[in-house]
T-cell receptor
């Protein structure tokens, strides 16, 4: 049983759809992260939450909207996406923000048609 | 700005042999962490090994070891006795240990093929 789970594993959506990605960590961590992994590019940090408060937002378009209802769950709400948003979206968590090792989930492969 | 560079897009190794993956980074910080992550076809990003910059001793985890050269800003990963299950994409990553950020900066990755 992995410590960080993500659902769905695969998602295909149209540009006008609204969908959400879910991440759950079972490690008792206090910080959670969203990363985007595009082909041929390094992983890009999108958002960071520490104790359910957003602490980093790295110039991400507003069509991506994160939500952290508690320290174990993290969502990424998607709306009006573009084809270039197709990527692998990875969630990670760490015991504390800024000082601890991050552990990753298996990712959601998103395809925007 | 900090950067991480992996100059080898692909590497291959014979099973049971040793392979070294290269990583260089650029930073003006003196206190930081370096990581190697492995991403197999399952896509799960798995932590392989971690090095704290203030520690001179190279980190080791079973068959995985690093050669950390702080002055040269080099952080290579050595995999000994390679196994088929080592085939994956390997990412080098950096995180400053000062300031108030948990941001990991990743290299572009090296795809490792293990030949039976």
């Amino acid at each position: 049983e992995t410590g960080v789970t993500q659902t769905p594993r695969h998602l295909v959506m149209g540009m006008t759809n609204k969908k959400s990605l879910k991440c759950e960590q079972h490690l008792g961590h206090n910080a959670m992260y969203w990363y985007k992994q595009s082909a041929k590019k390094p992983l890009e940090l999108m958002f960071v939450y520490s104790l359910e408060e957003r602490v980093e937002n790295n110039s991400v378009p507003s069509r991506f909207s994160p939500e952290c209802p508690n320290s174990s769950h993290l969502f990424l709400h998607l709306h009006t996406l573009q084809p270039e948003d197709s990527a692998l979206y990875l969630c990670a968590s760490s015991r504390k923000y800024s000082t601890d090792t991050q552990y990753f989930g298996p990712g959601t492969r998103l395809t925007v048609l | 700005a900090q950067t991480v560079t992996q100059s080898q897009p692909e590497m291959s190794v014979q099973e049971a042999e040793t392979v070294t993956l290269s990583c260089t980074y650029d930073t003006s910080e003196s206190d930081y962490y370096l990581f190697w992550y492995k991403q197999p076809p399952s896509r799960q990003m798995i932590l392989v090994i971690r090095q704290e910059a203030y520690k001179q001793q190279n980190a080791t985890e079973n068959r995985f070891s690093v050669n950390f050269q702080k002055a040269a800003k080099s952080f290579s990963l050595k995999i000994s006795d390679s196994q088929l299950g080592d085939a994956a994409m390997y990412f080098c990553a950096y995180r400053a240990n000062s300031g108030n950020t948990g941001k990991l900066i990743f290299g572009q990755g090296t795809t490792l093929q293990v030949k039976p």
